[in-house]
């Protein structure tokens, strides 16, 4: 689950080891359920943000203060937030039994489309992380490339799939 949604989110869409991976599906999942756009450009702001931390701290020789109390619970209902996506696209019988006794959840074919959480949050964390690295000037040049470069990654992907595809929307738009 966690490579359909890295692949997904920063790279191309996972729809074809998602064939693999998806052993339970009862549809027959395609391009369009993987493709979110976000691009690389979050992930290597992120983890540019990351290794600079991690150097600080081995730097200064010192760990990271672990947060207490009400910030400790923040952080352990963050994580789960962002873990139910992935677990719920976890196959177990038992587990699949249960969601499909929970009201909201019971009608759904398939969870997969619960992955586009992740949009807004990676964006938030590359926002905030690129907020909070070098100057000012830095911080809106580096964000004008990565808009930019967004802008042209979508703009550049091959739609090929899209037009060999039979629909016809014409009735629809008459």
């Avoid at 395609?30 to 450009?41: A, L, N």
């Avoid at 400790?72 to 996506?85: E, G, H, K, Q, R």
């Avoid at 249960?98 to 997969?112: A, E, M, R, T, Y």
């Amino acid at each position: 689950m966690v490579r359909l949604v890295s692949q997904s989110l920063f790279v191309w869409p996972a729809h074809e080891p998602a064939e693999s991976i998806l052993v339970n599906s009862a549809w027959r999942l395609q391009r369009h359920e993987f493709e979110y756009g976000v691009s690389f450009v979050p992930a290597l702001i992120l983890a540019a943000f990351a290794l600079s931390k991690l150097w600080g701290w081995v730097r200064e020789r010192r760990l990271p203060a672990l947060p207490r109390g009400v910030r400790a619970l923040y952080w352990v209902a963050l994580l789960a937030l962002v873990a139910l996506p992935v677990a719920l696209n976890y196959h177990a019988p038992a587990w699949n039994a249960l969601l499909k006794q929970v009201p909201v959840l019971k009608h759904s074919s398939n969870f997969i489309r619960w992955f586009g959480v992740y949009v807004p949050i990676v964006s938030a964390l590359a926002a905030l992380a690129l907020d909070r690295t070098g100057t000012r000037r830095f911080r809106a040049v580096a964000a004008a490339i990565g808009i930019l470069t967004v802008i042209a990654v979508n703009a550049l992907a091959g739609r090929d799939h899209y037009a060999g595809q039979p629909y016809d929307p014409r009735p629809v738009v008459e």
